[in-house]
Nanobody, 125 residues
Framework: QVQLVESGGGQVQAGGSLRLSCAAS????????MAWFRQAPGKEREFVAG????????VYPDSVKGRFTISRDNAKNTVALQMNDLKPEDTAVYYC??????????????????WGQGTQVTVSS
C-alpha cells in the first residue's frame, strides 16, 4: 500500500504563486507515474500535471501549461507542483495521485491507484 500526503495549499491573490508538495510512503517506487488532479465545487476532478517514473517526461493540459510545473525527487519520495500566475479559476482541492504502471501518464483519474486526501487552493481576484 502507498500513502500520499499533500501539503502547501492556501489562499493567494490572482497572479501569485504556490508550491504544493506530495510525500509518498509505504510500498512506493520511483518507477510510479505521479500526477496532480484538482476538483472545484460542482465540477469533476481534472488532471493538471503528470510526471513519468524514473525516465522522466511530463504532461500538462492547455489550461495550466506554462504556469504549472511538476517535479519529483525520487530520493525523498516527493512530488511537487509549482503554480505560478494563479487565476481564480485555479481554485480547487488539489490531489496527488500515483499509478503503478510507469510507461504512460494518463489523464483519467480511474487509471491511478493511490490518492492523497487533498489540499485546498483558493485564488482571490
Amino acid at each position: 500500500q502507498v500513502q500520499l500526503v499533500e501539503s502547501g495549499g492556501g489562499q493567494v491573490q490572482a497572479g501569485g504563486s504556490l508550491r504544493l508538495s506530495c510525500a509518498a510512503s509505504g510500498r512506493t517506487s520511483s518507477s510510479y507515474t505521479m500526477a496532480w488532479f484538482r476538483q472545484a465545487p460542482g465540477k469533476e476532478r481534472e488532471f493538471v500535471a503528470g510526471v513519468r517514473g524514473s525516465g522522466g517526461g511530463t504532461v500538462y493540459p492547455d489550461s495550466v501549461k506554462g504556469r504549472f510545473t511538476i517535479s519529483r525527487d525520487n530520493a525523498k519520495n516527493t512530488v511537487a507542483l509549482q503554480m505560478n500566475d494563479l487565476k481564480p479559476e485555479d481554485t480547487a482541492v488539489y490531489y496527488c495521485a500515483a499509478r503503478k504502471q510507469p510507461l504512460l501518464i494518463p489523464t483519467a483519474q480511474a487509471l491511478y491507484d493511490y490518492w492523497g486526501q487533498g489540499t485546498q487552493v483558493t485564488v482571490s481576484s
